[in-house]
């Protein structure tokens, strides 16, 4: 789904002491970090916690550390909701970094 969206997948599972990335994906100068959420109905928005944010956002920072290449590139926080019966919903920007 993501490719036909024009991404390219630059990490699966990217695991660090701080937290997990389920996949990291690169479109243009973008970098989206995105958590994947299988969930019976839309709830899935509501299942990624403040707490789990901030893992996701220190295991990103570790993943922009760690790959220079994507330095100064833009980058995003989106959820990915699988449900059964359903094509996955990508819900681009789901959340802000906060400063």
């Known amino acids: 789904m993501l490719r ?3 991404y390219r997948i630059l990490a699966r599972r990217f695991r660090t002491p701080s ?3 389920d996949l990291a994906a690169g479109r243009d100068r973008t970098v989206a970090f995105l958590e994947v959420k299988a969930r019976s109905n839309f709830t ?3 299942a990624v916690t403040a707490t789990q944010h901030r893992r996701i956002e220190r295991a990103a920072e570790l993943f922009l550390a760690q790959y220079p ?3 100064g590139f833009d980058y ?3 959820l990915v909701a699988v449900m059964p ?3 996955p919903r990508h819900l681009p920007d789901a ?3 906060d400063m």
Do not use: M, P, S, V
């Open 19 to 21: 937290g997990e990335i």
């Open 44 to 46: 899935a928005a509501a």
């Open 69 to 71: 290449k994507f330095h």
């Open 85 to 87: 019966w359903r094509l």
């Open 4 to 6: 036909l969206k024009g």
């Open 95 to 97: 959340w802000r970094q």
């Open 76 to 78: 995003h926080f989106d």
